[in-house]
């Protein structure tokens, strides 16, 4: 599968942002999907995951717990990561990950595609 990732720019803290990652292939609903960042100068860090049949299955890193949200469209072959209240900490490269495996999917390891990144900057 080949993921392309969009919807980063620069946005003032507090503001909000949609991030897509849109999938090639006709069995996108068979992989779980995550979202990962990397800020400067850090290591690539989880933040959101997705099981196949979506809702329920979401799971969040902590630190974005109520101000991000994950869903995806099956029919679309898309994820999505709705960013709100966005502070400038949240600045850094966002990449969205799929894989077909089971296991631990806060581990970047894990997942087999990688999207290319898009960029969010937030200004204070």
């Known amino acids: 599968v080949q993921l392309q990732a969009s919807g980063g720019g620069l946005v003032q803290a507090g503001g909000s942002l949609r991030l897509s990652c849109a999938a090639s292939?006709?069995?996108?609903?068979?992989?779980?999907m995550g979202w990962f960042r990397q800020a400067p100068g850090k290591e690539r860090e989880f933040i959101a995951t997705i099981g196949r049949s979506g809702g329920v299955t979401a799971d969040y890193a902590d630190s974005v717990k109520g101000q991000f949200t994950i869903s995806r469209d099956n029919a679309k072959n898309t994820v999505y990561l709705q960013m709100n209240s966005l502070k400038p900490e949240d600045t850094a490269v966002y990449y969205c990950?799929?894989?077909?495996?089971?296991?631990?999917?806060?581990?970047?390891?894990?997942?087999?595609?990688w999207g290319q990144g898009t960029q969010v900057t937030v200004s204070s």
């Open positions: 990950a799929a894989t077909y495996n089971t296991g631990t999917y806060y581990h970047a390891s894990i997942y087999d595609y």
């Open positions: 292939g006709r069995t996108f609903s068979g992989y779980v």
